[in-house]
């Protein structure tokens, strides 16, 4: 399935050749996306795997983009929550955040890694009616199909589930200081 989506016209540079966006960012080895799909008042996480790294703990949809396979840095946002969720992005409402790390892979190499994190809309999330008026589905029947390699559970986290669990190592959500940054971005995704 080929991705079909719209983006805000701020991100018209996010939307260029993979390649032409990685070639002029040189101090990057690798990207990394995520995809804050935001439903009324709650956003979805999913819970990593007990055989992945960092099992149990949560975050949005994302992963690495293919510098050989990705058209686009959207393209791989829209593969990627594909691959996790079933679900299609529809639209790219705005750039949240941009982090960067230090990855150590599993061989020792390390790698300086860029993420981008976006506000995105879903097929899913509405259903055409007869008069062409598109009417919003309920976030409890959007059907969610896991990747169960990557992924155990779900969840629509509210804002305040979201920031107490980023507060407190008592809250509903897990996060290890890796994905603490991820916390931080679905929280600042509720004030868009």
């Known amino acids: 399935m080929?991705?079909?989506?719209?983006?805000?016209?701020?991100?018209?540079y996010l939307h260029g050749p993979l390649s032409d966006f990685a070639?002029?960012?040189?101090?990057?080895?690798?990207?990394?996306?995520?995809?804050?799909?935001?439903?009324?008042?709650?956003?979805?996480?999913?819970?990593?795997?007990?055989?992945?790294?960092?099992?149990?703990?949560?975050?949005?949809?994302?992963?690495?983009?293919?510098?050989?396979?990705?058209?686009?840095?959207?393209?791989?946002?829209?593969?990627?929550?594909?691959?996790?969720?079933?679900?299609?992005?529809?639209h790219f409402s705005a750039l949240v955040a941009v982090d960067s790390w230090n990855h150590r892979s599993r061989d020792g190499v390390i790698k300086r890694i860029a993420r981008y994190s976006f506000l995105v809309e879903v097929h899913e999330a509405l259903r055409p009616l007869p008069d062409g008026q598109l009417q919003p589905i309920p976030r409890d029947n959007i059907r969610?199909?896991?990747?169960?390699?990557?992924?155990?559970?779900?969840?629509?986290?509210?804002?305040?589930?979201?920031?107490?669990s980023l507060l407190s190592n008592k809250g509903t959500y897990k996060w290890t200081p890796l994905l603490v940054g991820q916390g931080h971005n679905v929280a600042w995704a509720f004030e868009i």
């Open 23 to 90: 070639a002029a960012r040189p101090e990057f080895e690798g990207f990394s996306v995520s995809a804050i799909i935001r439903i009324g008042d709650a956003v979805l996480l999913l819970q990593r795997a007990k055989s992945d790294t960092m099992s149990g703990c949560w975050e949005p949809p994302g992963g690495a983009c293919e510098l050989d396979g990705d058209d686009t840095l959207l393209d791989g946002v829209w593969r990627e929550v594909n691959e996790e969720t079933g679900l299609c992005v529809s």
């Open 144 to 164: 969610i199909q896991l990747a169960v390699a990557e992924h155990q559970d779900y969840d629509w986290g509210t804002k305040e589930v979201v920031q107490k």
């Open 2 to 12: 080929a991705p079909d989506y719209t983006y805000h016209p701020s991100l018209q």
